[in-house]
């Protein structure tokens, strides 16, 4: 079945960016209608969207911290990467990709739920 | 953005209790509301979809209703595996947003 791996360094210095991969296995990444999503959760708090990508580009980031993050997908490796700047303390959390579909037309479209999630991967921000 | 609020933030309760939590949006959503659990420690894991759709592997205890901006989770026999917190999560507009949590605790 389909399955998400999230991974990168478990430490980042504070002004420096976070580079996270998410590789799916069990499926393509490429499945028509599905967006790939990080998600983020800081030690004890809830849970936090990053942004979405789609296997063309299209992207759908969360204005919080849109100025900080790109996002990216390499089909032929079936990943999706996270790349968060200027990273400080507030950014340590566990960070999640986890899988969603996106239906309707252009100019109403939908996002749905988070049916798949990867296991997480702990990111500390500290020099 | 759309303000998820949940309540309450945390609970007690024994093993064959009826529990609801109930999550409130801050305009109308539709029924684009989605419900997790989070045992501590793991991944969050998708339990509701769309208000009420129960999603594939989910124990039948596990209901979710409503529509427009107040919804209800509900468990209806509290099982020792219950115990975890909950978030909502709406889906109807970017940026997506979760709700704080509810943590249920074993009375």
């Known amino acids: 079945q389909l399955q998400l791996q999230e991974s990168g360094p478990g430490l980042v210095k504070p002004s420096e960016t976070l580079s996270l991969t998410c590789t799916v296995s069990g499926g393509s990444i490429s499945s028509t209608g599905y967006y790939w999503g990080w998600i983020r959760q800081p030690p004890g708090k809830g849970l936090e969207w990053i942004g979405s990508?789609?296997?063309?580009?299209?992207?759908d980031n969360n204005p919080s911290l849109k100025s900080r993050v790109t996002t990216s997908v390499d089909t032929s490796k079936n990943q999706v990467s996270l790349k968060l700047r200027s990273v400080t303390a507030a950014d340590t959390a566990v960070y999640y990709c986890?899988?969603?579909?996106?239906?309707?037309?252009?100019?109403?479209?939908?996002?749905?739920?988070?049916?798949?999630w990867g296991q997480g991967t702990r990111v500390t921000v500290s020099s | 953005d759309i303000q998820m609020t949940q309540s309450p933030s945390s609970l007690s309760a024994s093993v064959g209790d009826r529990v609801t939590i109930t999550c409130r949006a801050s305009q109308s959503i539709s029924t684009y509301l989605n419900w997790y659990q989070q045992r501590p420690g793991k991944v969050p894991e998708l339990l509701i979809y769309?208000?009420?759709g129960l999603q594939s592997g989910v124990p039948s205890r596990f209901s979710g209703s409503g529509a427009g901006t107040d919804f209800t989770l509900t468990i209806s026999s509290l099982q020792p595996e219950d115990f975890a917190t909950y978030y909502c999560?709406?889906?109807?507009?970017?940026?997506?947003?979760f709700g704080g949590g509810t943590k249920v605790e074993i009375k």
């Open positions: 986890a899988r969603h579909f996106r239906s309707g037309i252009v100019g109403a479209t939908r996002f749905h739920a988070f049916d798949i």
């Open positions: 990508i789609y296997y063309s580009g299209g992207t």
């Open positions: 769309a208000a009420s």
């Open positions: 999560q709406q889906s109807y507009s970017s940026p997506l947003t």
